[in-house]
């Protein structure tokens, strides 16, 4: 146990001009160092693959999806941001997402579909920025959240990397 | 000069029996979107003159229905809404109701995840105690203050997004452990930023111990004694700051807090006074315990992640080359079922003792899941130390009790 000490005012602090110099004193000093503001929008912030930005999903080299629409993501989902609807295809996976939506104002980048997802296909990207007019054209499809799989590599490298156990 | 305290008992302060209006209260509302009662809460007061006759706390302004959703969402969805309780402190949050189900659940957890832990509890502790200081004193005219606390707080956020990857609403704790592990780089900022912190504490006491103002506005003020603090079932630095020596961490150790080498400051007095001292005192503390855990990293080798193949999911490796692992996956994330019975989890939280009562039915939702907001107890309190102060106190009560909004009313 350690009783904090209350000290009783001396008579310069009584004055109270000193405290109003070391205020002072403090706020002076401060135009000598470096400034930690950052200019936002100009100045964008660093992003690197530890980053948990918005869910991309990764498309091969050859331009198909990697998604075989099994639907773990929107089961993990805690924010029911994702909806997806499959089908079938005759390429080797058999089944691909018909429909793949995120609701980005639903989504709290969370990660946890990246966590489930058995075939790499859903990745956190480092996009972070998130406007528009209508709350409609915030729901992203499938062609909006496409992103070649050469562009995830360091997230994916970063998720086998953090999973390595046991 | 000796500081004084007034009776401030309704009709005394201003007992002129000349002024037709003495005893005659008018009823004023503050808040629930002022800056001062940090979030939605309303105070109602009736006010004789400057003296708050009464005072109501009203809370509920920030109710989401928390406890309620847990029982549709499931144990696992569940964690991103503890971040949102006391969204200064997330992981504490997070490590908390972790703690809940790996009781239930009977898990394990592994030596380094505990003593990572511990490393994110005590750099949390001491973000939500920088915003304690930087609000309560911006409250209180010291601008100063406000800028330079979030200025640190900013390296605490910075290390916590190069870990986690976001800054706040972390969500990097699982069941039976933590996401990943922190890496070189992290441990390089952390160091960095443990060894150059104690210096700045002692720059803010500098800033804040000896001010007249300060002192003047936060001595005798709130003065809640130790009977009264236990009665209402006070925790955290306001219990302490009356003088009781309960902390979590000490009196029912988790995560092995009961190796760690730290003290537990306490008041003598408890007004707003002591618990500031206690609060800054306890920021030091924490600084020692996450330096400790910090050098014990690199003697605690292995996974930060319980190997439990019933509730945590396989490595990626295996989800992505073997069958058994792949159906592990589907099972662990869809239907996350964990046995019949209940389970009481509490840690010291920067505000008090935040508890996770969590009862299993064993199936994949929740029966009930009760959260023991440590910042509802303490917003009970300022009716019991408000009344009969001087309204101008009430914003330093505020600050010193120290609660956020999405806690008390979750």
Known sequence: MAIVKRKELSIGEKLYLPAIFRG?????????KKRVTRQYPEEPLPVNEVTRGQPRLAVND???????SCGLCEAACPAYAITIDGQETDRFIEREPERFDIDMLRCILCGFCEEACPKDAILMSDELELADFSREALIYDVERLKRPVSQLRPRLDYVYKVNERW | MKSTTFDYR????????????????????????HPATHGVLRLGMDLDGETMVRVDADVGYLHRGKEKTAESLGWAKFFPHTDRL????????????????????????????????????EISRIAAHLIYLGTSSIDLGAVTMFFNTFKERENIYSILDAYTGHRMNNTYVRIGGLYADVDEKVEGMMREF???????????????????????????????????????SLTGPILRGSGVEWDLRKNEPYCGYETYDFEIPVGTVGDCYDR??????????????????????????????????RYILP???????SMEELIA?????????????????????????????????????????????????????????????????????????????????R
Not at chain 2, 95 to 118: S, T
């Open chain 1, 24 to 32: 002072l004193s403090m706020t002076f000093r401060q135009m000598f």
């Open chain 1, 62 to 68: 050859d331009g198909t999806i990697r998604c075989v």
């Open chain 2, 10 to 33: 309704p009709g005394f302060a201003d007992s002129d029996a000349d002024d037709p209006l003495s005893g005659e209260t008018i009823e004023v509302n503050m808040g629930p979107q």
């Open chain 2, 86 to 121: 006391d969204y200064v402190q997330p992981l504490i949050n997070n490590i908390g109701y972790a703690m809940a189900l790996e009781k239930l659940a009977g898990i394990e957890i592994p030596p380094r995840a505990e003593v990572v832990r511990v490393l994110l509890m």
């Open chain 2, 194 to 232: 443990l060894t150059q912190f104690p210096a700045r504490v002692d720059e803010f006491e500098g800033l804040l111990t000896g001010n007249r103002i300060w002192y003047d506005r936060n001595r005798d003020v709130g003065v809640i004694s130790p009977e009264e603090a236990m009665a209402w």
């Open chain 2, 276 to 309: 500031y001292l206690v609060r800054v005192e306890e920021m030091r503390q924490s600084c020692k315990i996450a330096l400790q855990a910090l050098n014990r990293l690199k003697d605690t080798p292995g996974d930060v992640l319980a190997e439990d193949r």
């Open chain 2, 315 to 321: 490595p990626r490796t295996k989800v992505m080359s």
């Open chain 2, 329 to 409: 996956q589907f099972k662990i994330v869809t239907d996350l079922c964990l046995p019949k019975g209940e389970a009481y989890a509490g840690v010291e939280s920067s505000k008090g003792e935040l508890g996770f009562f969590a009862i299993s039915d064993g199936t994949a939702d929740p029966a009930r899941l009760h959260i023991r907001a440590p910042g509802l107890m303490n917003v009970q309190a300022i009716p019991l130390i408000a009344e009969g102060r001087l309204l101008s106190d009430i914003v330093a009560i505020i600050g010193s009790l120290d609660f956020v909004m999405g806690e008390v009313d």
